[in-house]
């Protein structure tokens, strides 16, 4: 009965690979290279991103296109999301390989787990934040490291980038190192 079950289970992850594999090659690539994120300094010393525009010429007619701030958090949230499900699709296919050590295997799937655990802690630090009283955040993990880049038109101040790093620090854990930036909300 246990290999049956056993067995079950490595059809479904290998049906699961064959499926995503024919995914990503019949998908057509989208690369955003018409846009260009720009950094501006304020007078206080913090950064403020500008929007991102991309200029196309269609027959002696400029189009200018402006994506707003919400708009390039969704972006990057898709492209953080898009290079997981890679790495995903990576660590799952050594997996289903039988050339590799069953430590090997195990150790791909503690991996896959990690970074799955990772965009849920992501998603819930951005709830969290929202919930503060921000407009809008993106929270990015990458090892030790955390960036959050919080919308608001409140007025940053040390408080409250404290009070954000508290919040991560408690769901995530001491020993990561958090950056927080603030940018102001359009009207």
Known sequence: MLLKKQTVWLLTMLSLVVVLSVY????????NSNFANVDQKTKNGLVQKQP?????????????????????????????????????????????????SPDKRSEAYDQMKKLSETAQKEEILETLIKAMGYDDALVRADGQKVNITVKSNKKPTTAAANNIIRVVRNEIGDDNF??????PTKQ
């Open 52 to 100: 991102v525009v991309s200029k196309q010429k269609t027959n002696e007619k400029t189009i200018v296109k402006t994506q707003s701030s919400d708009e390039v958090f969704e972006t990057l949230r898709m492209q953080l999301d898009d290079q997981r499900n890679q790495q995903i699709e990576e660590l799952q296919q050594e997996v289903a390989t039988t050339d590799l």
């Open 24 to 31: 990503y090659i019949t998908s057509p690539e989208q690369k």
């Open 178 to 183: 958090v950056a927080v930036e603030f940018q």
